[in-house]
């Protein structure tokens, strides 16, 4: 068994170790004796969409995002389709605003992919800070840290997480991140994939029953150090307490 991730243009969009997502899912398959090799697409590249079956598409200030979908835009349809067919994605935070039709800002209006319909609209006051989540997808919490100003909608899209300690998507604090088909977009940094196993292979249970139609070769890890450090953080956002 092999996957094949792409990581998508990781010289613009890789902010608060972003990039770590990336070499957690392949450790994870490596571990479990599964191939997982990652493709780093830098600006212009030409991407063939059938050749990946997993991408991740990071954080980055304003300017970067919008190269960032300037370069995706030129390539057509190709990464609608590779959403709509089952694709795994993972965005964060940019990535998460660049899915949708577009993010607002004081200074411009930046175009997104429109592979959602969703928005994004900057207000004052950046929503800082720890996270914790509860999510109907996962047994442990979902946690990570989330530092954006844009606030976005999600219309009636499912919610990755209920905010237990945070904001989320808005300054409402109610729900964090989208789930839709096998995409997950997220505000949460960290990066989040080694905080949250689960999370993690759940992306790559995906992927796999996508390329071989099933996931017999995931088999489970010994995750104890990550759950003891999940339910540490966990514990202390309850607390209140800073990391």
Same mark, same amino acid.
């Given at each position: 068994?092999?996957?094949?991730?792409?990581?998508?243009?990781?010289?613009?969009?890789?902010?608060?170790?972003?990039?770590?997502?990336?070499?957690?899912?392949?450790?994870?398959?490596?571990?479990?004796?599964?191939?997982?090799?990652?493709?780093?697409?830098?600006?212009?590249?030409?991407?063939?969409?059938?050749?990946?079956?997993?991408?991740?598409?990071?954080?980055?200030?304003?300017?970067?995002?919008?190269?960032?979908?300037?370069?995706?835009?030129?390539?057509?349809?190709?990464?609608?389709?590779?959403?709509?067919?089952?694709?795994?994605?993972?965005?964060?935070?940019?990535?998460?605003?660049?899915?949708?039709?577009?993010?607002?800002?004081?200074?411009?209006?930046?175009?997104?992919?429109?592979?959602?319909?969703?928005?994004?609209?900057?207000?004052?006051?950046?929503?800082?800070?720890?996270?914790?989540?509860?999510?109907?997808?996962?047994?442990?919490?979902?946690?990570?840290?989330?530092?954006?100003?844009?606030?976005?909608?999600?219309?009636?899209?499912?919610?990755?997480?209920?905010?237990?300690?945070?904001?989320?998507?808005?300054?409402?604090?109610?729900?964090?991140?989208?789930?839709?088909?096998?995409?997950?977009?997220?505000?949460?940094?960290?990066?989040?994939?080694?905080?949250?196993?689960?999370?993690?292979?759940?992306?790559?249970?995906?992927?796999?029953? &996508?390329?071989?139609?099933?996931?017999?070769?995931?088999?489970?890890?010994?995750?104890?150090?990550?759950?003891?450090?999940?339910?540490?953080?966990?514990?202390?956002?309850?607390?209140?307490? &800073?990391?």
């Amino acid at each position: 068994m092999k996957l094949t991730i792409g990581h998508l243009y990781p010289n613009l969009l890789n902010l608060y170790g972003d990039r770590g997502n990336v070499k957690c899912l392949q450790r994870r398959l490596q571990w479990r004796g599964i191939e997982g090799d990652v493709v780093l697409f830098s600006g212009g590249s030409r991407i063939d969409f059938q050749k990946v079956d997993m991408l991740f598409l990071g954080g980055g200030s304003d300017r970067e995002q919008e190269l960032a979908g300037r370069y995706l835009r030129e390539m057509g349809g190709g990464l609608r389709d590779f959403v709509e067919s089952g694709g795994v994605l993972l965005a964060v935070c940019g990535g998460y605003q660049l899915l949708g039709n577009y993010y607002r800002t004081p200074k411009a209006v930046i175009e997104g992919l429109g592979l959602l319909d969703i928005y994004t609209e900057w207000k004052p006051g950046r929503l800082v800070g720890d996270v914790i989540l509860d999510s109907p997808a996962f047994r442990s919490p979902v946690v990570g840290f989330e530092n954006h100003g844009g606030r976005t909608y999600i219309g009636a899209y499912t919610p990755l997480g209920r905010v237990r300690r945070g904001y989320g998507n808005t300054d409402e604090g109610e729900w964090e991140g989208l789930l839709y088909k096998n995409v997950v977009a997220t505000y949460l940094h960290g990066p989040l994939l080694p905080k949250n196993p689960e999370v993690c292979d759940y992306l790559l249970e995906r992927a796999l029953k &996508r390329k071989y139609g099933n996931a017999a070769g995931l088999q489970g890890l010994p995750d104890e150090l990550e759950h003891r450090a999940n339910e540490y953080m966990a514990e202390r956002y309850r607390k209140g307490e &800073r990391m």
